[in-house]
């Protein structure tokens, strides 16, 4: 039995590809080039500030610290994405991964039900890059055993310390033991949720759904919380932000506002540096008022920046992700240009079948005047 024989779209595709990734290399160099001359022109404005008597501000990290604190991502929704989905939710654990590594104050990140499209993606066309990231754990198994391991990584002093936006603020909770301060708790975190998260507290767990889905599956992460008997909450994005239009929440966002909030101790300011801008999005005017206040980390400048030295060996992590970024990018102006194209081919068989075509004309102001021309 002869095989079919592939399409021309569908051999410009493979050719498309082929050389994606022969200049993988080539890439790489050019990211590289461009972190370098970024970090030289940081360095000229220190030196500039420095000269002019100014405080120099970067929230670049060295080291950062870990807090007994644990976000998972939920990706057992495999059969319900579509595969540019799947593209989506790669690059957004990838965003969550590099958010998490270069705060100043991090969480324990784990990757839950980590197989399917997802893992095939990670292990081929990202290259099995995520094999070398730090602090972060994937785990085949579902979000309920990941929480269970969970309370083993925020234990003894790897778990992390009690700083940031969970410094004690009273002696006797500085005192207990981890598993008699009671703060501890399991929470999956859903816009559906009729309770509204407050605060992050100490050796707890919050679980983040990975799903990409368009809306398609609205409250499914509630309902699979519900059924598996777990708390469940919701970020207070509605408290302190005035939205232009409903603003679905990405799984890298929810992420990267949790790891904000370890800094800052403040939900205001978490969504105001996280919520994209072309959102819309708005601190509320009574916000100063409501918000929960907080004293400046020790180092911190007062508007929750830390000045640091840039650490050279810093930017692998960001590479992963500006990978991912270019290729779905190449794939989006694939898909254009091959619409583009069939347009063009589409407006070309109606301009040139003979006549008949159809002018619409104004006549007089009133009703238009329709007429064939041959």
């Known amino acids: 039995m002869e095989e079919t024989p592939l399409s021309k779209n569908k051999l410009k ?3 498309r590809n082929q050389e994606w990734e022969a200049n993988r290399d080539h890439r ?16 000229d404005t220190q030196e500039d500030n420095v000269h002019d008597g100014k405080e120099p501000n970067n929230r670049r990290y060295r080291n950062s610290v870990q807090l007994p604190v644990t976000i998972i ?3 057992g929704f495999d059969e319900l994405m579509m595969d540019n989905e799947i ?3 790669a690059s957004q654990i990838t965003r969550c991964y590099s958010d998490n590594h270069k705060a100043p104050f991090k969480a324990h990140l784990g990757i839950s039900s980590f197989g399917g499209r997802l893992k095939d993606r990670f292990d081929t066309v990202l290259s099995g890059n995520h094999s070398s990231w730090k602090d ?9 055993e990941a929480a269970k391991q969970a309370k083993e990584w925020m234990k003894g002093s790897p778990g992390g310390v009690l700083a940031g936006a969970l410094t004690p603020k009273d002696e006797l909770r500085q005192s207990l033991p981890p598993d008699q301060d009671g703060a501890e708790e399991i929470i999956y975190l859903t816009s559906e949720s009729p309770d509204t998260l407050t605060e992050l507290k100490p050796y707890s767990t919050y679980i983040v759904g990975g799903l990409v889905d368009r809306n398609r599956h609205k409250g499914i992460c509630y309902k699979r ?18 939205m232009a239009s409903r603003f679905v929440l990405a799984t890298n966002h929810v992420s990267e506002i949790m790891v904000r909030w370890l800094e800052l101790g403040g939900w205001g300011e978490a969504f105001s540096m996280v919520v994209p801008k072309r959102k819309g999005g708005v601190l509320k005017s009574e916000v100063g008022e409501t918000r929960k206040e907080y004293e400046p980390m020790a180092g911190s400048d007062g508007k929750g920046g830390i000045t640091v030295e840039v650490d050279e060996e810093e930017g692998e992590d960001e590479d992963d992700a500006d990978e991912e970024d270019e290729k779905n990018k190449e794939d989006e102006k694939q898909k254009e240009d091959e619409k583009q194209k069939e347009d063009e081919k589409d407006k070309g068989i109606g301009e040139g079948d003979g006549g008949g075509a159809l002018n619409v004309t104004p006549h007089g102001g009133s009703e238009p005047q329709i007429s064939t021309k041959s």
């Open 87 to 89: 593209k989506s939710l």
């Open 136 to 144: 972060v754990r994937f785990i085949e198994d579902d979000f309920i």
């Open 73 to 75: 991502l939920d990706c």
């Open 225 to 242: 919380a519900i059924d598996r008997g777990l708390k469940t909450a919701k970020l207070p994005i509605g408290d302190y932000m005035q």
């Open 28 to 43: 790489k160099l050019r990211r590289k080039e461009k972190r370098l001359e970024k970090r030289q022109r940081l360095r």
């Open 13 to 15: 595709k493979i050719k």
